[in-house]
């Protein structure tokens, strides 16, 4: 690969998006992995009193414009790989560095993200899902693209990642990497300095794990929340890539 392609994956919090940072950190064709860029900016600008405010905020920049700007040339390359929360892009903060990029989102039922969210953090509120902002992003490339951007769907990639990640990839422009189906276990140095807090499991995990089984009991809470989120999940899920085996599961 002559050229550097810089991917930028749009998730939302407790959406395996971590996970799938292991994943494409496996690939040989990798030459940087970013995660979360502009968390401090976010916390900086937003006041959101997250666990490990101090340090996340130490630890990156948190002027926007200049997290944006990395994140444009950001690698010399190969594929970089930028794992984006939706939700950290606040209404001041300018979209267009990433129409310069390789955007592709990923996505989980909103009853999941919430339940899993809230247990952690129960002060959430809808605009801290970022459904509504991966909305906001998916419909500016579809403007500028004229074609949806690919989106996949947590629950694909559980029911059967051999089959799901070799899609995404091709999605992506990408060669498929067998790869990408195992890692090592550990926390890596490009990991956020909140792993220490959020990464527990995907810390010791060395490739995806089970599919999910039975639906979360929800409290009202997050019921009003995932309520909420709903129908912005159900506009991205009519793009999601699915494999014939996963259309034919029942989710």
């Not at 599919?211 to 929340?225: G, I, K, N, Q, Y």
């Amino acid at each position: 690969m002559d050229e550097v392609l810089r991917i930028a994956m749009w998730s939302g919090p407790r959406n395996l998006s971590t996970a799938l940072m292991r994943s494409f950190g496996s690939r040989k064709d990798v030459s940087a992995v970013i995660d979360e860029p502009f968390y401090a900016a976010y916390l900086a600008a937003s006041g959101k009193a997250h666990p490990m405010r101090d340090e996340v905020v130490a630890s990156q920049s948190q002027d926007w414009r200049v997290v944006a700007q990395h994140c444009q040339c950001v690698g010399e390359a190969g594929v970089v790989y930028q794992k984006h929360m939706a939700q950290h892009m606040l209404a001041e903060f300018s979209w267009d560095w990433a129409m310069r990029l390789r955007n592709c989102f990923l996505i989980r039922e909103p009853e999941r993200v919430a339940a899993s969210f809230l247990a952690a953090w129960p002060r959430a509120g809808l605009e801290d899902l970022g459904f509504v902002q991966q909305v906001e992003l998916f419909d500016r490339l579809v403007d500028q693209l004229g074609h949806a951007p690919p989106v996949i769907d947590a629950a694909t990639i559980l029911h059967d990642p051999a089959t799901a990640m070799p899609l995404l990839c091709e999605a992506l422009g990408l060669g498929w990497d067998e790869n990408m189906l195992r890692w090592s276990p550990g926390l890596r140095h490009s990991d956020g300095v909140w792993a220490a807090h959020w990464y527990a499991s995907v810390e010791h995990s060395t490739g995806f794990a089970a599919p999910e089984a039975r639906p979360p009991v929800l409290d009202a809470a997050a019921r009003r929340l995932a309520d909420a989120a709903r129908p912005y999940y159900e506009r991205l899920a009519a793009y999601r890539i699915e494999s014939k085996s996963a259309q034919k599961s029942d989710r």
